[in-house]
């Protein structure tokens, strides 16, 4: 068995091929034990789009020696937690319970991969939650209008598709495709198991080869993104509703690009937090808005800044031209040093913070092993963030904030987008 030690944790290989990573935390009465596997929207044909979030719900169904209801209640009947998620590009199926119990925490998950029944019937009741899930988003628009811009910002692409399919897709995944999409990408050369918490490090080496007996499967390589900006672009949904919703944003950067750290800075200045400029001018100064915010997406090889906000129907162009100028004046002019000071603190306290919990850094550890060639320490992030400059903050700004680079969506009962276009001209 080879291991390696990080900074922020070790590492191993096991005979059976699984990809092992853990913190050991002793003080901890817990555990959280994660199993991360490379599908998600970006693995699947468009023509079963949606099947990487099908499959997540009917592994929580049963297996060939467990019910559904024999999987909940030997995990939550001895207090343990236990969820999935998936994304563009990962699954995770993910346990937090008593360090006494992590056994059972390997075999109820290694079970639910492994050998799932995936029965008709539970297939059919399944996608009919889903079909459900996908008209509730469809009913939420401050939630339905990021789905629009996706498809705008990723047109043609894996990550302009919503990760739990369309009506259409969901309707014709079958058992067989199930069956031959998890032969194919459930394999070792796919999947993390993540632990933090307490426990022995013997026994999870154990446990790994006692439960974990996976397939290699086919090694994945997402579909590359090989876009440029296209904009300026307003994409409008006319429907009935309380508020305008807004979406604004561009193309960013990729987990592995450096740039990515004076955007995380630049993205709390703008727009992450109740001292951010967008706060502080939509909401404070001009009371257009009550939720005004930013925040920021980093995939394997692309990324995203987004900006959203709800405003009354007839402030809507208002808001707009009052975040474009927002934009225009923090890449013409920069940002002060008290911003960026600010900015850096909150950024390394909430990194630190968000990771106090074994549950947090479990996910921290995995979908780094996962999606990323060489896994970035904490101590690493914050020695990143600490040396961004104002002049790296201008520089992703200037390259970011074009009219080229400029995307909105937006659901309105006002179906008219052209006004929004013409006033795209400041950012030239």
Known sequence: MEKSEGASGKEFTSKNKVKV????????????????????????????????????????????????NQIKEEIEGVGGMFNAFTSEEATCYWIKILDEYLEKTFDVLSDMI???????????????VILEEIKMYKDIPAKYVHEIFDSMLFEGHHLGRPIAGTEETVKKITKEDMEKYMNELYGSSNIVISVAGNFSENKIRDLSKKYFKLRNGRKITFPK????????????????????????GGLGYSREDNRKYPLCVLNTILGGNMSSRLFNKIR?????????????????????????????????????????????????????????????KYLISHTLMGLEGNLEYMMFLGEQRLLREKITSVEEIRKKIEEVTKEDVKEVAEQLFTQKNFYLAMISPYGEGKKFLKITDELK
Do not use: C
């Open 114 to 128: 492994e050998n799932p029944a995936l029965k008709k019937e539970d297939i059919e009741k399944e996608r009919a």
């Open 284 to 344: 404070e100064e001009m009371g257009l808005a009550y939720e005004i915010g930013s925040f920021i997406r980093n995939y394997t090889d692309t990324g995203a800044f987004i900006i959203s906000a709800g405003v009354k129907h007839s402030n809507s162009l208002k808001a707009t031209e009052a975040i474009i100028g927002e934009l225009v004046k923090i890449r013409n002019e920069g940002v002060n040093d008290d911003e960026i000071e600010r900015s850096k």
């Open 21 to 68: 990573i853990y913190k050991k935390i002793p003080d901890f009465h817990s555990v959280a034990v994660g199993v991360f596997v490379k599908v998600g929207s970006r693995t699947e044909d468009e023509e079963i789009s949606g099947i990487s979030h099908f499959v997540e719900h009917i592994l929580f169904k049963g297996t060939k020696k467990r019910t559904s």
């Open 225 to 248: 993104w090989q876009g440029n900006e296209s904009g300026p672009k307003v994409k409008v949904l006319k429907k009935d509703t309380e508020q305008t919703h807004i979406v604004i």
